[in-house]
Protein backbone atom coordinates (compact mmCIF):
# COMPACT_ATOMS: atom_id res chain seq x y z
CA UNK A 1 0.00 0.00 0.00
CA UNK A 2 1.76 3.11 -1.16
CA UNK A 3 1.84 6.04 1.44
CA UNK A 4 4.12 9.14 2.83
CA UNK A 5 3.70 7.78 6.32
CA UNK A 6 7.68 7.92 6.95
CA UNK A 7 8.01 11.84 6.96
CA UNK A 8 9.02 12.80 10.25
CA UNK A 9 7.36 15.82 11.95
CA UNK A 10 10.41 18.28 12.36
CA UNK A 11 10.55 21.56 14.75
CA UNK A 12 8.54 24.60 14.47
CA UNK A 13 4.79 25.39 14.27
CA UNK A 14 2.35 23.27 12.73
CA UNK A 15 1.87 25.22 9.37
CA UNK A 16 5.53 24.85 9.01
CA UNK A 17 5.17 21.34 9.43
CA UNK A 18 2.11 20.95 7.46
CA UNK A 19 4.30 23.08 4.00
CA UNK A 20 7.65 21.31 4.77
CA UNK A 21 5.29 17.94 4.46
CA UNK A 22 3.70 18.76 1.39
CA UNK A 23 6.91 20.36 -0.16
CA UNK A 24 9.17 17.14 0.42
CA UNK A 25 6.75 15.66 -1.90
CA UNK A 26 8.06 14.91 -5.87
CA UNK A 27 5.68 15.55 -9.01
CA UNK A 28 5.28 11.89 -9.39
CA UNK A 29 3.80 11.50 -6.18
CA UNK A 30 1.60 14.48 -6.87
CA UNK A 31 -0.01 13.23 -10.03
CA UNK A 32 -0.48 9.56 -8.68
CA UNK A 33 -2.45 11.73 -6.00
CA UNK A 34 -4.50 13.74 -8.69
CA UNK A 35 -5.47 10.43 -10.52
CA UNK A 36 -6.46 8.62 -7.07
CA UNK A 37 -8.50 11.72 -6.11
CA UNK A 38 -10.16 12.30 -9.70
CA UNK A 39 -11.38 8.74 -9.61
CA UNK A 40 -12.72 8.86 -5.90
CA UNK A 41 -14.48 12.22 -6.87
CA UNK A 42 -16.04 10.08 -9.98
CA UNK A 43 -16.88 7.18 -7.63
CA UNK A 44 -18.62 9.70 -5.09
CA UNK A 45 -20.12 11.65 -7.60
CA UNK A 46 -21.61 8.22 -8.72
CA UNK A 47 -22.41 7.64 -5.51
CA UNK A 48 -24.66 10.59 -5.35
CA UNK A 49 -23.53 11.23 -0.98
CA UNK A 50 -20.92 13.83 -0.97
CA UNK A 51 -20.66 13.39 2.56
CA UNK A 52 -18.33 10.39 1.43
CA UNK A 53 -15.84 13.42 -0.37
CA UNK A 54 -14.56 13.65 3.35
CA UNK A 55 -12.55 11.13 3.19
CA UNK A 56 -10.68 12.41 0.69
CA UNK A 57 -8.36 14.26 3.08
CA UNK A 58 -7.28 10.81 4.13
CA UNK A 59 -6.06 10.00 1.12
CA UNK A 60 -4.60 13.73 0.92
CA UNK A 61 -2.74 12.22 4.19
CA UNK A 62 -1.84 9.25 2.77
CA UNK A 63 -0.29 10.39 -0.12
CA UNK A 64 1.02 13.88 0.89
CA UNK A 65 1.18 15.10 4.51
CA UNK A 66 1.58 10.91 6.14
CA UNK A 67 0.65 12.51 9.42
CA UNK A 68 -0.91 8.36 10.29
CA UNK A 69 1.41 6.28 10.66
CA UNK A 70 0.09 3.04 8.68
CA UNK A 71 4.09 2.55 7.36
CA UNK A 72 5.37 2.48 10.65
CA UNK A 73 6.47 -1.04 10.37
CA UNK A 74 9.18 0.34 7.71
CA UNK A 75 11.32 1.12 10.70
CA UNK A 76 11.09 -1.38 13.00
CA UNK A 77 14.65 -3.06 13.41
CA UNK A 78 12.66 -6.32 13.33
CA UNK A 79 13.46 -8.10 9.90
CA UNK A 80 10.41 -10.70 10.63
CA UNK A 81 8.37 -7.66 11.30
CA UNK A 82 8.97 -5.75 7.98
CA UNK A 83 8.57 -8.94 6.49
CA UNK A 84 5.26 -10.13 7.78
CA UNK A 85 3.58 -6.71 7.55
CA UNK A 86 4.92 -6.11 4.66
CA UNK A 87 2.47 -9.51 3.39
CA UNK A 88 -0.19 -7.92 5.36
CA UNK A 89 0.14 -4.49 4.02
CA UNK A 90 0.01 -6.18 0.72
CA UNK A 91 -3.15 -8.66 1.65
CA UNK A 92 -5.05 -5.79 3.51
CA UNK A 93 -4.66 -3.83 -0.20
CA UNK A 94 -5.48 -6.52 -1.93
CA UNK A 95 -8.63 -6.96 -0.13
CA UNK A 96 -9.66 -3.83 -0.38
CA UNK A 97 -9.75 -3.90 -3.81
CA UNK A 98 -11.39 -6.55 -4.33
CA UNK A 99 -14.41 -5.48 -2.05
CA UNK A 100 -14.75 -2.16 -4.36
CA UNK A 101 -14.12 -4.31 -7.37
CA UNK A 102 -17.18 -7.11 -6.15
CA UNK A 103 -19.18 -4.08 -4.64
CA UNK A 104 -19.43 -1.70 -7.52
CA UNK A 105 -17.90 -3.56 -10.90
CA UNK A 106 -18.96 -7.33 -10.97
CA UNK A 107 -17.77 -10.81 -9.19
CA UNK A 108 -17.55 -14.48 -10.28
CA UNK A 109 -20.84 -16.98 -9.50
CA UNK A 110 -20.43 -20.55 -9.80
CA UNK A 111 -23.81 -22.48 -10.94
CA UNK A 112 -24.65 -24.93 -8.90
CA UNK A 113 -28.28 -26.57 -10.33
CA UNK A 114 -29.26 -27.40 -13.37
CA UNK A 115 -32.44 -25.18 -13.40
CA UNK A 116 -30.78 -22.81 -16.53
CA UNK A 117 -29.68 -26.08 -18.43
CA UNK A 118 -28.82 -25.92 -21.24
CA UNK A 119 -27.81 -22.03 -21.51
CA UNK A 120 -25.95 -22.46 -18.51
CA UNK A 121 -24.36 -25.46 -17.01
CA UNK A 122 -23.44 -26.82 -13.76
CA UNK A 123 -20.08 -26.36 -12.91
CA UNK A 124 -19.74 -22.53 -15.09
CA UNK A 125 -18.12 -20.11 -13.60
CA UNK A 126 -19.72 -16.57 -14.33
CA UNK A 127 -18.38 -12.87 -14.73
CA UNK A 128 -21.64 -11.24 -13.26
CA UNK A 129 -21.84 -7.49 -14.11
CA UNK A 130 -23.43 -5.33 -11.41
CA UNK A 131 -22.99 -2.44 -13.43
CA UNK A 132 -25.80 -4.20 -15.89
CA UNK A 133 -28.35 -2.43 -13.79
CA UNK A 134 -26.28 -0.26 -11.02
CA UNK A 135 -24.38 -1.92 -8.43
CA UNK A 136 -25.78 -2.04 -4.38
CA UNK A 137 -24.44 0.62 -2.30
CA UNK A 138 -23.38 -2.45 0.45
CA UNK A 139 -26.91 -2.77 2.80
CA UNK A 140 -24.19 -5.02 5.42
CA UNK A 141 -21.03 -2.79 4.30
CA UNK A 142 -18.66 -4.94 7.26
CA UNK A 143 -18.71 -8.35 5.30
CA UNK A 144 -15.31 -10.57 3.82
CA UNK A 145 -15.23 -10.15 0.16
CA UNK A 146 -15.02 -13.84 -0.58
CA UNK A 147 -17.43 -15.39 0.75
CA UNK A 148 -21.55 -14.79 0.88
CA UNK A 149 -21.92 -15.74 4.42
CA UNK A 150 -20.20 -18.34 5.82
CA UNK A 151 -16.57 -18.72 6.64
CA UNK A 152 -16.06 -22.11 5.17
CA UNK A 153 -14.50 -24.79 8.08
CA UNK A 154 -14.68 -22.94 10.88
CA UNK A 155 -18.89 -21.84 9.96
CA UNK A 156 -18.90 -18.67 11.48
CA UNK A 157 -20.79 -15.44 9.86
CA UNK A 158 -18.46 -13.83 7.17
CA UNK A 159 -19.97 -10.68 8.30
CA UNK A 160 -21.25 -7.77 10.91
CA UNK A 161 -25.02 -7.55 11.09
CA UNK A 162 -24.22 -3.96 12.41
CA UNK A 163 -24.42 -1.23 11.10
CA UNK A 164 -27.26 -1.87 8.54
CA UNK A 165 -28.10 1.09 5.64
CA UNK A 166 -31.05 1.11 3.51
CA UNK A 167 -31.49 0.17 0.10
CA UNK A 168 -29.77 2.04 -2.70
CA UNK A 169 -28.64 1.09 -6.05
CA UNK A 170 -26.73 2.90 -8.60
CA UNK A 171 -27.15 4.51 -11.97
CA UNK A 172 -26.25 1.43 -14.29
CA UNK A 173 -26.43 0.71 -18.14
CA UNK A 174 -30.15 -0.35 -17.92
CA UNK A 175 -32.86 -1.89 -16.52
CA UNK A 176 -33.85 -5.40 -16.47
CA UNK A 177 -35.22 -6.79 -19.46
CA UNK A 178 -37.63 -10.08 -20.30
CA UNK A 179 -35.50 -12.86 -21.02
CA UNK A 180 -32.57 -11.17 -19.07
CA UNK A 181 -30.44 -14.48 -16.87
CA UNK A 182 -30.08 -12.52 -13.60
CA UNK A 183 -28.28 -13.07 -10.51
CA UNK A 184 -30.09 -12.54 -7.19
CA UNK A 185 -30.43 -12.61 -3.84
CA UNK A 186 -32.77 -15.50 -2.60
CA UNK A 187 -35.88 -13.87 -1.37
CA UNK A 188 -37.33 -16.60 0.65
CA UNK A 189 -33.68 -17.01 2.02
CA UNK A 190 -34.42 -14.15 5.04
CA UNK A 191 -34.64 -17.09 7.60
CA UNK A 192 -32.09 -20.42 7.86
CA UNK A 193 -31.72 -23.20 9.18
CA UNK A 194 -28.08 -23.73 9.48
CA UNK A 195 -27.74 -27.69 8.79
CA UNK A 196 -30.84 -27.85 6.80
CA UNK A 197 -30.37 -25.02 3.76
CA UNK A 198 -32.25 -27.23 1.20
CA UNK A 199 -35.21 -27.37 0.92
CA UNK A 200 -35.28 -23.29 2.27
CA UNK A 201 -36.77 -22.49 5.96
CA UNK A 202 -40.43 -21.89 4.96
CA UNK A 203 -40.71 -25.38 3.24
CA UNK A 204 -39.07 -26.76 6.66
CA UNK A 205 -42.01 -25.13 8.58
CA UNK A 206 -44.49 -26.50 6.27
CA UNK A 207 -43.11 -29.99 6.57
CA UNK A 208 -42.34 -30.37 10.33
CA UNK A 209 -44.09 -27.07 12.14
CA UNK A 210 -41.99 -24.21 13.45
CA UNK A 211 -41.42 -24.91 17.18
CA UNK A 212 -40.36 -28.59 15.93
CA UNK A 213 -37.46 -27.09 14.09
CA UNK A 214 -36.47 -24.55 16.72
CA UNK A 215 -36.87 -27.67 19.59
CA UNK A 216 -34.42 -30.00 17.68
CA UNK A 217 -30.85 -27.74 16.90
CA UNK A 218 -28.85 -31.10 16.84
CA UNK A 219 -30.91 -31.70 13.40
CA UNK A 220 -31.61 -28.69 12.19
CA UNK A 221 -29.09 -26.14 13.38
CA UNK A 222 -29.52 -22.39 14.76
CA UNK A 223 -32.08 -20.57 13.15
CA UNK A 224 -31.17 -17.34 11.66
CA UNK A 225 -31.40 -14.42 9.84
CA UNK A 226 -29.47 -12.94 6.93
CA UNK A 227 -29.63 -9.33 5.87
CA UNK A 228 -31.03 -9.54 1.85
CA UNK A 229 -27.36 -9.14 0.74
CA UNK A 230 -25.90 -11.42 2.22
CA UNK A 231 -28.55 -14.25 1.32
CA UNK A 232 -27.64 -16.80 -1.10
CA UNK A 233 -27.35 -16.15 -4.84
CA UNK A 234 -29.77 -17.95 -7.12
CA UNK A 235 -29.60 -17.25 -11.19
CA UNK A 236 -32.90 -17.59 -12.76
CA UNK A 237 -34.49 -15.90 -16.16
CA UNK A 238 -36.70 -12.81 -15.81
CA UNK A 239 -39.72 -13.88 -17.65
CA UNK A 240 -42.47 -11.23 -15.63
CA UNK A 241 -41.54 -7.53 -15.54
CA UNK A 242 -43.01 -5.06 -12.90
CA UNK A 243 -46.79 -3.91 -13.95
CA UNK A 244 -47.65 -6.98 -15.93
CA UNK A 245 -49.59 -9.80 -15.78
CA UNK A 246 -48.18 -13.71 -15.95
CA UNK A 247 -49.98 -16.57 -16.95
CA UNK A 248 -48.65 -20.16 -17.86
CA UNK A 249 -50.70 -22.42 -20.19
CA UNK A 250 -49.56 -25.69 -20.59
CA UNK A 251 -46.03 -24.12 -20.33
CA UNK A 252 -46.45 -21.29 -22.21
CA UNK A 253 -45.65 -17.97 -20.56
CA UNK A 254 -47.80 -15.62 -21.53
CA UNK A 255 -47.71 -11.87 -20.50
CA UNK A 256 -50.67 -9.52 -20.14
CA UNK A 257 -52.59 -12.44 -21.95
CA UNK A 258 -50.32 -12.86 -24.94
CA UNK A 259 -47.90 -15.91 -25.44
CA UNK A 260 -44.14 -15.23 -25.38
CA UNK A 261 -41.14 -16.55 -27.23
CA UNK A 262 -39.61 -19.57 -25.46
CA UNK A 263 -35.98 -19.62 -24.98
CA UNK A 264 -34.44 -21.84 -27.32
CA UNK A 265 -33.35 -24.30 -25.28
CA UNK A 266 -36.11 -24.14 -22.83
CA UNK A 267 -36.55 -27.98 -21.54
CA UNK A 268 -39.65 -30.14 -19.75
CA UNK A 269 -39.52 -33.24 -18.33
CA UNK A 270 -40.42 -36.08 -20.80
CA UNK A 271 -40.70 -40.25 -20.68
CA UNK A 272 -39.25 -42.09 -23.91
CA UNK A 273 -38.43 -45.72 -24.22
CA UNK A 274 -36.20 -47.36 -26.58
CA UNK A 275 -37.82 -50.48 -28.53
CA UNK A 276 -34.85 -52.79 -27.81
CA UNK A 277 -32.44 -53.07 -24.81
CA UNK A 278 -31.55 -49.71 -22.71
CA UNK A 279 -30.12 -46.99 -22.94
CA UNK A 280 -25.74 -46.75 -23.44
CA UNK A 281 -23.45 -43.98 -22.08
CA UNK A 282 -22.43 -43.49 -25.13
CA UNK A 283 -26.17 -42.39 -26.29
CA UNK A 284 -26.87 -39.96 -23.33
CA UNK A 285 -23.80 -38.62 -24.29
CA UNK A 286 -25.12 -37.65 -28.15
CA UNK A 287 -28.51 -36.19 -26.15
CA UNK A 288 -26.53 -34.12 -24.23
CA UNK A 289 -28.42 -35.38 -20.87
CA UNK A 290 -25.99 -34.56 -18.04
CA UNK A 291 -25.38 -37.66 -15.83
CA UNK A 292 -28.09 -36.34 -12.89
CA UNK A 293 -30.55 -36.28 -15.27
CA UNK A 294 -30.62 -39.98 -16.53
CA UNK A 295 -33.56 -41.37 -14.45
CA UNK A 296 -34.88 -45.04 -15.14
CA UNK A 297 -39.00 -45.58 -14.59
CA UNK A 298 -39.80 -47.99 -11.52
CA UNK A 299 -42.28 -49.79 -13.19
CA UNK A 300 -45.17 -52.04 -11.32
CA UNK A 301 -47.09 -54.73 -12.62
CA UNK A 302 -50.10 -52.39 -11.95
CA UNK A 303 -48.51 -49.48 -14.50
CA UNK A 304 -48.24 -52.29 -17.41
CA UNK A 305 -51.93 -51.97 -19.01
CA UNK A 306 -51.65 -48.05 -18.31
CA UNK A 307 -48.30 -48.30 -20.45
CA UNK A 308 -49.89 -49.92 -23.58
CA UNK A 309 -52.41 -47.75 -23.67
CA UNK A 310 -50.04 -44.80 -23.97
CA UNK A 311 -48.47 -46.89 -26.91
CA UNK A 312 -45.19 -47.34 -24.83
CA UNK A 313 -43.75 -51.03 -25.44
CA UNK A 314 -44.82 -54.23 -23.75
CA UNK A 315 -43.15 -57.26 -24.23
CA UNK A 316 -45.17 -60.34 -25.52
CA UNK A 317 -44.51 -61.94 -21.78
CA UNK A 318 -45.66 -59.04 -20.28
CA UNK A 319 -42.61 -57.19 -19.20
CA UNK A 320 -41.96 -53.68 -20.30
CA UNK A 321 -38.17 -52.32 -22.03
CA UNK A 322 -36.57 -49.94 -19.51
CA UNK A 323 -38.45 -46.42 -19.78
CA UNK A 324 -36.65 -43.18 -19.23
CA UNK A 325 -36.97 -39.44 -17.53
CA UNK A 326 -34.78 -37.02 -18.53
CA UNK A 327 -35.21 -33.02 -19.76
CA UNK A 328 -35.39 -32.41 -23.22
CA UNK A 329 -35.21 -29.62 -25.36
CA UNK A 330 -37.68 -29.58 -28.42
CA UNK A 331 -34.35 -30.36 -30.40
CA UNK A 332 -33.47 -33.41 -28.31
CA UNK A 333 -37.43 -34.47 -28.56
CA UNK A 334 -37.07 -34.31 -32.46
CA UNK A 335 -33.99 -36.27 -32.41
CA UNK A 336 -35.55 -39.11 -30.24
CA UNK A 337 -38.95 -38.95 -32.24
CA UNK A 338 -37.11 -39.38 -35.69
CA UNK A 339 -35.20 -41.92 -33.80
CA UNK A 340 -36.32 -45.74 -35.27
CA UNK A 341 -34.69 -46.92 -32.66
CA UNK A 342 -36.74 -45.16 -30.01
CA UNK A 343 -40.43 -46.88 -29.07
CA UNK A 344 -42.02 -43.16 -27.91
CA UNK A 345 -41.74 -40.03 -26.53
CA UNK A 346 -43.73 -38.55 -24.31
CA UNK A 347 -44.31 -35.25 -22.32
CA UNK A 348 -44.61 -35.96 -18.55
CA UNK A 349 -48.00 -33.86 -16.94
CA UNK A 350 -47.30 -31.18 -14.96
CA UNK A 351 -47.53 -31.54 -11.14
CA UNK A 352 -46.06 -30.02 -8.13
CA UNK A 353 -45.75 -31.98 -4.59
CA UNK A 354 -44.69 -28.95 -3.15
CA UNK A 355 -47.00 -25.81 -2.65
CA UNK A 356 -47.16 -22.71 -5.24
CA UNK A 357 -46.95 -19.42 -4.40
CA UNK A 358 -49.33 -18.06 -3.62
CA UNK A 359 -50.09 -20.75 -1.58
CA UNK A 360 -53.65 -19.14 -0.24
CA UNK A 361 -54.94 -19.03 -3.68
CA UNK A 362 -52.98 -21.40 -6.20
CA UNK A 363 -55.16 -24.41 -5.66
CA UNK A 364 -55.52 -26.07 -8.67
CA UNK A 365 -52.61 -24.37 -10.58
CA UNK A 366 -49.54 -26.75 -11.71
CA UNK A 367 -46.16 -25.38 -12.52
CA UNK A 368 -47.10 -25.14 -16.52
CA UNK A 369 -51.11 -23.90 -16.20
CA UNK A 370 -49.87 -21.32 -13.61
CA UNK A 371 -51.89 -18.12 -12.42
CA UNK A 372 -52.94 -15.41 -13.56
CA UNK A 373 -50.91 -12.91 -11.26
CA UNK A 374 -49.90 -9.40 -10.98
CA UNK A 375 -46.02 -8.65 -10.36
CA UNK A 376 -45.94 -5.08 -8.76
CA UNK A 377 -44.51 -1.90 -9.90
CA UNK A 378 -42.95 0.83 -8.19
CA UNK A 379 -45.54 3.66 -7.50
CA UNK A 380 -49.11 1.12 -8.65
CA UNK A 381 -51.53 0.88 -5.82
CA UNK A 382 -53.70 -1.92 -5.38
CA UNK A 383 -56.95 -1.69 -3.60
CA UNK A 384 -56.55 -4.31 -0.74
CA UNK A 385 -58.96 -6.96 0.11
CA UNK A 386 -58.86 -10.79 1.12
CA UNK A 387 -57.13 -12.36 -2.15
CA UNK A 388 -54.40 -9.39 -2.78
CA UNK A 389 -53.53 -9.85 0.98
CA UNK A 390 -53.29 -13.23 0.18
CA UNK A 391 -50.93 -12.54 -2.58
CA UNK A 392 -49.15 -9.57 -1.41
CA UNK A 393 -49.05 -9.90 1.69
CA UNK A 394 -45.31 -11.08 2.56
CA UNK A 395 -44.45 -8.26 -0.06
CA UNK A 396 -45.54 -5.66 2.08
CA UNK A 397 -44.52 -6.76 5.44
CA UNK A 398 -41.31 -8.06 4.76
CA UNK A 399 -39.86 -6.79 1.38
CA UNK A 400 -41.51 -3.51 1.93
CA UNK A 401 -40.65 -2.94 5.39
CA UNK A 402 -44.21 -2.74 6.88
CA UNK A 403 -43.24 -5.66 9.69
CA UNK A 404 -46.97 -4.27 11.62
CA UNK A 405 -48.66 -5.00 8.61
CA UNK A 406 -51.76 -6.94 9.43
CA UNK A 407 -55.38 -7.46 7.20
CA UNK A 408 -58.21 -7.67 9.53
CA UNK A 409 -62.16 -7.10 9.54
CA UNK A 410 -61.97 -6.77 5.70
CA UNK A 411 -58.78 -4.25 6.00
CA UNK A 412 -55.24 -3.25 5.29
CA UNK A 413 -53.65 -1.67 8.99
CA UNK A 414 -50.13 -0.27 8.69
CA UNK A 415 -48.89 1.28 11.87
CA UNK A 416 -52.47 0.48 13.54
CA UNK A 417 -54.05 3.22 10.88
CA UNK A 418 -56.39 1.03 8.46
CA UNK A 419 -56.07 1.88 4.22
CA UNK A 420 -58.10 0.92 1.63
CA UNK A 421 -55.02 0.18 -0.88
CA UNK A 422 -51.19 -0.12 -0.66
CA UNK A 423 -48.86 1.65 -2.95
CA UNK A 424 -45.77 -0.35 -3.46
CA UNK A 425 -42.22 0.75 -3.01
CA UNK A 426 -40.31 -1.08 -5.22
CA UNK A 427 -40.47 -2.98 -8.57
CA UNK A 428 -41.08 -6.94 -8.38
CA UNK A 429 -39.91 -9.90 -10.83
CA UNK A 430 -40.75 -12.65 -11.70
CA UNK A 431 -37.95 -15.49 -11.94
CA UNK A 432 -37.71 -19.05 -13.69
CA UNK A 433 -35.42 -21.44 -14.98
CA UNK A 434 -35.04 -22.99 -18.73
CA UNK A 435 -35.33 -26.41 -17.14
CA UNK A 436 -39.10 -25.79 -16.85
CA UNK A 437 -39.59 -29.14 -14.37
CA UNK A 438 -36.37 -28.91 -12.55
CA UNK A 439 -36.45 -25.51 -10.91
CA UNK A 440 -37.42 -24.00 -7.84
CA UNK A 441 -38.39 -20.01 -8.83
CA UNK A 442 -40.83 -17.30 -8.68
CA UNK A 443 -43.48 -20.24 -9.07
CA UNK A 444 -42.47 -21.52 -5.91
CA UNK A 445 -41.19 -19.59 -3.49
CA UNK A 446 -42.53 -15.86 -4.88
CA UNK A 447 -41.45 -12.82 -6.21
CA UNK A 448 -38.07 -10.68 -6.60
CA UNK A 449 -38.05 -7.44 -5.13
CA UNK A 450 -35.43 -5.34 -6.97
CA UNK A 451 -33.06 -4.52 -3.68
CA UNK A 452 -32.30 -8.37 -4.03
CA UNK A 453 -30.58 -8.10 -7.37
CA UNK A 454 -27.44 -8.50 -8.10
CA UNK A 455 -26.61 -8.24 -11.69
CA UNK A 456 -26.38 -9.97 -14.97
CA UNK A 457 -23.88 -12.74 -16.55
CA UNK A 458 -21.80 -11.54 -19.26
CA UNK A 459 -19.17 -14.09 -19.51
CA UNK A 460 -18.57 -17.82 -19.03
CA UNK A 461 -15.06 -17.49 -17.66
CA UNK A 462 -14.47 -21.08 -17.19
CA UNK A 463 -16.56 -24.42 -16.81
CA UNK A 464 -16.19 -27.75 -15.39
CA UNK A 465 -18.04 -30.97 -15.90
CA UNK A 466 -18.26 -32.67 -12.64
CA UNK A 467 -18.61 -36.10 -14.65
CA UNK A 468 -15.65 -36.13 -16.12
CA UNK A 469 -11.65 -36.24 -14.56
CA UNK A 470 -9.97 -32.69 -15.39
CA UNK A 471 -8.14 -34.22 -18.20
CA UNK A 472 -10.71 -36.01 -20.36
CA UNK A 473 -13.56 -33.53 -20.85
CA UNK A 474 -13.25 -31.82 -17.33
CA UNK A 475 -12.85 -28.66 -18.81
CA UNK A 476 -15.64 -27.47 -21.44
CA UNK A 477 -12.92 -25.51 -23.28
CA UNK A 478 -15.28 -24.82 -25.62
CA UNK A 479 -17.31 -22.80 -22.98
CA UNK A 480 -14.81 -20.02 -21.87
CA UNK A 481 -15.52 -16.67 -22.12
CA UNK A 482 -18.67 -17.64 -24.37
CA UNK A 483 -21.92 -15.18 -23.86
CA UNK A 484 -23.70 -16.35 -20.86
CA UNK A 485 -26.81 -15.71 -21.98
CA UNK A 486 -26.52 -16.71 -26.09
CA UNK A 487 -30.18 -18.12 -25.53
CA UNK A 488 -31.73 -14.91 -24.66
CA UNK A 489 -35.17 -14.88 -27.03
CA UNK A 490 -35.67 -11.96 -29.03
CA UNK A 491 -38.80 -10.44 -27.69
CA UNK A 492 -41.43 -8.17 -30.13
Known amino acids: MTTNNDKTAGSGSFAEDFRRRVADNRTSRWVRFAIVSLIFFLWVAWLGNWWVA ?79 YGPRVPMTPVHFPLVQNTFPIINTKSYLETPQWSYHRLKGLGQVERGDIVVFNFPAGDTVATKVTNPDYYSLVRAYGRENILRNPQTFGEVVYRPVDRRENYVKRAVGLPGEWLKI ?33 AKWDELGIAADDRHSVNITPDDVSGLQILGFTVNPDGTVPPVYISPLTPAMVKALESDPAVAKVMKVPSFSPEPLFPEAVSQGWTPADYGEIWIPRKGATLKMGPRAWDIYGRVIRVYEGNSDAEFRDGKLYIGGKPQDSYTFKMDYYFMMGDNRDNSLDSRFWGLVPEDHIVGRPERVLISFDKDRSLFNGGIRWDRIFMNANPDKPKYE
Open 54 to 132: LFWFLLFDIYITGYIPLTWWKKSKSAAVRAVMSWVDAIVYALILVYFVFTFIGQNYQIPSSSLEKSLLVGDYLWVNKMA
Open 249 to 281: VDGVIHINGEPVEQPENVQFNHYFQLRQGAMTE
